[in-house]
């Protein structure tokens, strides 16, 4: 009963963020024209309605159209990263529990490593290593962003 009404409330919350987005648009503080009003955090994150472009970097560096958002999103790793801490504790719970390998641990311990990973500093790579510079920025660039990913496949992987 009690998850019912946590998930009708999660899922009013963000219907409420899609429609005032709707209703009020972009907030002017958003651009920094305005000062902060009550509300308009809800529309700053919202998934149907906001302003997109297209992004310069991965156009010049891939070739590829991309568009992302006008500002920045923030937050929105927060169900993944709840969900990853729930794997890492169940996983070390069942690790120990019982004698089949611990297949939901392994996963999420990979998903934290790929993480981790992505966040790690560019490092300059050798001059001889690698010919042309175009090559090198397509792989700073899209490397650690792929790693995360595969890795998170993984996890998925594990966790079926």
């Known amino acids: 009963m009690q998850s019912t009404f946590a998930a009708a409330a999660i899922n009013a919350f963000f219907a409420l963020r899609e429609v005032s987005y709707f209703l009020k648009g972009e907030p002017l503080s958003a651009s920094g024209i305005g000062e902060p009003q009550f509300g308009d955090?809800?529309?700053?994150?919202?998934v149907l309605g906001t302003a997109f472009r297209l992004d310069k970097a991965d156009w010049e560096t891939t070739g590829?159209?991309?568009?992302?958002?006008?500002?920045?999103?923030?937050?929105?790793?927060?169900?993944?990263?709840?969900?990853?801490?729930?794997?890492?504790?169940?996983?070390?719970?069942?690790?120990?529990?019982?004698?089949?390998?611990p297949w939901l641990l392994m996963g999420a311990l990979a998903a934290l490593l790929g993480r981790q990973f992505g966040?790690?500093?560019?490092?300059?790579?050798?001059?001889?290593?690698?010919?042309?510079?175009?090559?090198?920025?397509?792989?700073?660039?899209?490397?650690p962003r792929m790693c995360v990913r595969v890795c998170e496949l993984v996890w998925v992987g594990c966790c079926v």
């Open 64 to 101: 590829r159209a991309v568009f992302v958002p006008l500002r920045p999103r923030k937050g929105l790793f927060i169900g993944s990263g709840l969900a990853l801490l729930g794997h890492l504790i169940l996983g070390v719970r069942l690790a120990g529990t019982t004698p089949a390998p």
């Open 119 to 143: 966040q790690l500093p560019t490092f300059k790579p050798k001059e001889d290593s690698i010919s042309s510079d175009a090559e090198r920025l397509l792989w700073k660039r899209e490397g």
């Open 41 to 46: 955090c809800l529309p700053s994150n919202s």
